[in-house]
DNA sequence: GGGGCTCTTTGATCTGCCGCAACAAACGGG
DNA sequence: CCCGTTTGTTGCGGCAGATCAAAGAGCCCC
């Protein structure tokens, strides 16, 4: 399913398919970070030059994309207009979606983070069917854990308490809410009910 | 200490002083999401173009900083060159924080996720002084289980545990570490050990 | 088809750390 | 100086959820 080892010296246009991005500790965790939508560009980190943090690796099949060397991000800003903001717009939205889970993974129980991790996925990768939402994309409840960062077995107990209550439907590597308004209604916090604050303060 | 309701239509050059950003979710949760170094630029996100996201609140004090307004932004990226990228650069490194925050929440237990913010805080407001490092900003145990997502009272139960092991020295609002080496060798992990990996899948 | 693999489920146990409660200490203001 | 407020300390009980163990189910490939 993946062939790694791609050096990431470009910049990358995703035209089709799916793409998480996931980090591995010293110690075997994975965590994934995020996942790119169709139409997204990815591999600014690099482009905006971060040097001296680790390469990642990267893992490909069957996307299609369209790849352009580093280098020659600075030419296509100053050459296309549209171009740059659209791409820094995606890069202030991911800045903004790691916030809120950073905001999530320290504040939200692990039942909670599930639930926004499901809703953050729902309208990036669902199609909807007759009943209910599918997610197109095969997603293993060991994929969730490392989203949410908990353990493999408690998604395992939370989805089968889903499913016992008609929330969710779940097949291996497979998952459809068939009523995704109950998922954050079961849920008490308003979903984007948070505010930011800028605290400063002189030294000495 | 707060002066709160500025309203975050600019874009920010911090000169001097230390910035706290931070989240209120609405239970009242607060979250430091990151600190600001001076030299660095801030209100970026916005700059970047992402909307209908909250506005954040402002708090400020005795704080010296450039601003001008948001709509400037492209100009000032299109007259000047390093500006922009230097500016990028910051976006960058931010990125890869968070990337390293959220794996940390994810994976670490919380004794080594204190390290981990203390030993952030230390290159960026620490001070050298005979016995050891002085962070010059004064800070809270609420402030750190603030930014560790955990609680108050396990902060001060392990900040008391290191006193005893001469590790740190503190006092109210005020930290120093005496031994800051111990800190990151009383754990196991090495400190950059993380590699990425992007995996990639056709939908359907 | 069958063997091996990956993915999932369920019960039982264990523990990190959160939260309560109560107190001590440091600061600040009049 | 006294008193209210903010901050820090410590002990203890409880619980969410990580971990262990073991078995069942779906998938791929030879």
Redesign the pocket.
């Known amino acids: 399913?993946l062939s790694k080892g791609l050096h990431v010296d470009r910049v990358f246009l995703f035209l089709d398919g799916h793409i998480r991005v996931q980090r591995t500790t010293a110690q075997g965790d994975q965590i994934i970070l995020l996942h790119i939508a169709p139409g997204q560009v990815f591999g600014i980190g690099a482009a905006l030059g971060h040097k001296g943090y680790p390469d990642p690796e990267m893992a490909a099949e069957d996307c299609v994309v369209l790849a352009w060397p580093n280098r020659l991000w600075p030419e296509f800003v100053a050459r296309y207009d549209g171009f740059a903001s659209q791409s820094y717009a995606v890069v202030g939205e991911r800045l903004n979606d790691m916030h809120a889970v950073i905001v999530e993974m320290a504040t939200?129980?692990?039942?909670?983070?599930l639930v926004a991790a499901l809703l953050r996925l729902i309208p990036q990768m669902g199609r909807k069917v007759d009943d209910g939402i599918d997610l197109e994309f095969p997603?293993?409840?060991?994929?969730?854990?490392d989203m949410?960062?908990?353990?493999?077995?408690?998604?395992?107990?939370?989805?089968?308490?889903w499913?016992?209550d008609r929330i969710v439907v779940?097949?291996?590597?497979?998952?459809s809410a068939t009523a995704p308004h109950r998922l954050s209604c079961g849920v008490v916090w308003p979903a984007d009910a948070t505010t930011s604050k800028v605290d400063l303060q002189m030294s000495g």
């Open positions: 399913m939200k129980q692990v039942e909670q983070r997603i293993t409840r060991q994929n969730i854990s949410t960062g908990s353990a493999l077995l408690t998604v395992s107990r939370l989805l089968s308490a499913e016992k779940s097949q291996r590597k497979k998952i």
